[in-house]
């Protein structure tokens, strides 16, 4: 894809899920939500990303199986609009925090989305390292689950069967689709770092180095938000008994 092709694809991305975000604040909003509209709005829109990315990075390597056996060069406009698309949302997505939230509660993730966009927008610009990105992508399949726990949380419905059975799919699919999906891209970048430039190198390395603490530390909550509390009430109140 020519850089014209780029730019138009991150654009009309940008927009769509600017779009998907005034869409969803049109729609029912349950009346715990209401207190933080804007949060449950975002949270929705990444929601939907998500659900699409995920089937998207799917279908590349299942339309595309030859870019699993080389990551650099080989891929698929289709695979090169998935990153493309993916660019608009994080840049939708940072500018929507950054307009909507305190810098003190959002820098992390606004410092998760700036690596991903600098990563990203080299491989969509130079056109190398494509079914990498698409890889990383794989993490997506997680986040569908990721940010369903935040929708049921915000909508008073932590207490249901359905958040429970989320909540074992998400630290699941956790383990699965984005420790081990970095694990595997750490690994492949020490093992063809000699086939990779040295400024590629630095960034994929870097990039891989505080993805990998970030999703370690959200493990950590996330294992004791959902498990290890639930476990200590449901202590106590055998004791109670």
């Not at 991150?10 to 600017?18: E, I, L």
């Not at 699409?52 to 080989?74: G, K, N, S, Y």
Request: charged content about 15%.
């Amino acid at each position: 894809m020519e850089l014209s092709s780029v730019i138009l694809t991150t654009g009309s991305s940008v927009a769509m899920f600017k779009l998907v975000n005034a869409g969803i604040g049109r729609l029912h909003i349950p009346e715990s939500a209401s207190r933080n509209l804007w949060k449950w709005r975002n949270i929705s829109t990444s929601f939907v990303h998500s659900c699409i990315t995920a089937i998207w990075a799917v279908l590349c390597f299942f339309r595309h199986p030859q870019m699993a056996e080389d990551l650099i060069e080989t891929h698929s406009v289709f695979s090169h609009s998935l990153v493309s698309l993916s660019i608009g949302y994080f840049i939708y997505d940072f500018l929507d925090m950054l307009g909507n939230q305190k810098l003190s509660q959002s820098w992390e993730l606004l410092f998760h989305h700036v690596v991903v966009i600098t990563c990203f927008g080299l491989s969509v610009v130079s056109c190398r390292y494509v079914g990498f990105s698409v890889v990383a992508l794989l993490v997506e399949i997680n986040s569908v689950f990721l940010h369903l726990r935040q929708i049921l949380r915000m909508a008073s419905m932590a207490a249901t069967t359905l958040y429970r059975v989320n909540s074992i799919i998400n630290l699941g699919t956790y383990v699965v689709f984005r420790i081990n999906t970095l694990a595997w891209m750490t690994r492949w970048l020490v093992l063809n770092r000699d086939n990779i430039p040295l400024l590629a190198y630095t960034l994929g390395s870097v990039g891989m180095a505080i993805m990998t603490v970030m999703n370690i530390i959200l493990f950590c909550r996330l294992l004791r938000s959902d498990f290890l509390k639930s476990s200590t009430r449901e202590a106590k109140k055998e004791k109670e008994m």
